[in-house]
């Protein structure tokens, strides 16, 4: 359904993307520079999750049209509209404006 578009990991067919990049300067911890690119849903077409090798990857959890973006959750998808928004709020300083909030509203 799915193809494999870029990994520095062992390439599985299923996933949209994989990809571990290893940022030297940080500490306790791993920078994923590439799947940060992802945008937030509260509604998303898309979830990432890490592999047994150490690989951030994201698959896809409906079927997506041709040109849809990816999207993936920055928080817990089972909170409340305003629980979600109150975190993104305070964790990644936007209001979310997704098709799910726009219509709890």
């Given at each position: 359904?799915?193809?494999?578009?870029?990994?520095?990991?062992?390439p599985q067919p299923h996933y949209v993307?994989?990809?571990?990049?290893?940022?030297?300067?940080?500490?306790?911890?791993?920078?994923?520079?590439?799947?940060?690119?992802?945008?937030?849903?509260?509604?998303?077409?898309?979830?990432?999750?890490?592999?047994?090798?150490?690989?951030v990857t994201v698959d896809t959890v409906?079927?997506?049209?041709?040109?849809?973006?990816?999207?993936?959750?920055?928080?817990?998808?089972?909170?409340?509209?305003?629980?979600?928004?109150?975190?993104?709020?305070?964790?990644?300083?936007?209001?979310?404006?997704?098709?799910?909030?726009?219509?709890?509203q």
């Amino acid at each position: 359904m799915t193809k494999f578009v870029q990994s520095s990991c062992v390439p599985q067919p299923h996933y949209v993307y994989s990809h571990r990049c290893v940022d030297p300067g940080a500490e306790g911890g791993e920078h994923y520079a590439s799947a940060a690119r992802f945008n937030h849903s509260c509604a998303p077409n898309a979830h990432q999750s890490f592999d047994a090798h150490g690989c951030v990857t994201v698959d896809t959890v409906r079927r997506v049209k041709k040109g849809e973006e990816l999207t993936i959750p920055y928080v817990d998808t089972r909170l409340s509209g305003q629980e979600r928004r109150a975190k993104l709020r305070k964790n990644f300083a936007f209001e979310c404006a997704c098709v799910r909030c726009l219509a709890e509203q």
